[in-house]
Antibody, heavy 120, light 110 residues
């Protein structure tokens, strides 16, 4: 069955960087878009970034202002989120999701999430 | 404030039929597919409805989706206590070139 498992979360100070990883299995990874979605404590879902099946197209939430970068390694069935210049308001659970198609497809299957806490 | 809006909360009693609505605009819901996600307390979101009205395998037929113009709704019939959750709508936004979520509706089963 489809599995996506996030890792790399933790407690970091404002202004620092963190790289999240998402390991996938149970489907042909190289055929599907992948997404990152976050959820701040007590808040709703916020889309972060999407990468197409081959990495040729990437999309980001305007709210990130260029601080985050999504990438993928199809040879390792993994997608990554590089987060720079972290702010207190980036504190959230970050979910990785399998896309429903090859391009910007919807969020078909979700991981359990990894918690990022930005605190001084 | 999200460009896609939902009522923050709703409630119903067991066995009741209930609808949760979502309102957007031409850039998102009207010209693109609409999706619904269920988030049970303390868990990750789960896809409930895709492409306006399609149910993934395993989702009970008590859940149904519909869309008309720039608005859509999720209907839950035969409400059960285990349906108590947060429900989010989502759509691609052509103007923002990104995905937008509604703010979520918290369903309480009385």
């Amino acid at each position: 069955q489809v599995q996506v498992v996030e890792s790399g979360g933790g407690v970091v100070q404002p202004g620092t960087s963190l790289r999240l990883s998402c390991a996938s299995s149970g489907f042909t990874f190289s055929s599907y878009a992948m997404h990152w979605v976050r959820q701040a404590p007590g808040a709703g879902l916020e889309w972060v970034a999407t990468i197409s099946f081959d990495g040729s197209s990437v999309f980001y939430s305007d709210s990130l202002k260029g601080r985050f970068t999504i990438s993928r390694d199809n040879s390792k069935n993994a997608v990554f989120l590089q987060m720079n210049s972290l702010r207190l308001e980036d504190t959230a659970v970050f979910y990785c999701a399998k896309g429903g198609s090859s391009s910007a497809g919807y969020f078909e299957s979700w991981g359990r999430g990894t918690l990022v806490t930005v605190s001084s | 404030q999200s460009v896609v809006t939902q009522a923050p909360s709703t409630s119903g009693t067991p066995g009741q039929r209930l609808t949760i609505s979502c309102s957007g605009n031409t850039s998102n819901i009207e010209n693109n597919y609409m999706y619904w996600y269920q988030q049970l307390p303390g868990t990750a979101p789960k896809l409930l409805i895709y492409r306006n009205n399609q149910r993934p395998s395993g989702v009970p037929d008590r859940f149904s989706g519909s869309k008309s113009g720039a608005s859509g709704s999720l209907a839950i019939s035969g409400l059960r206590s285990e349906d108590e959750a947060d429900y989010y709508c989502a759509a691609w936004d052509d103007s923002l070139r990104g995905w937008v979520f509604g703010g979520g509706t918290k369903l309480t089963v009385l």
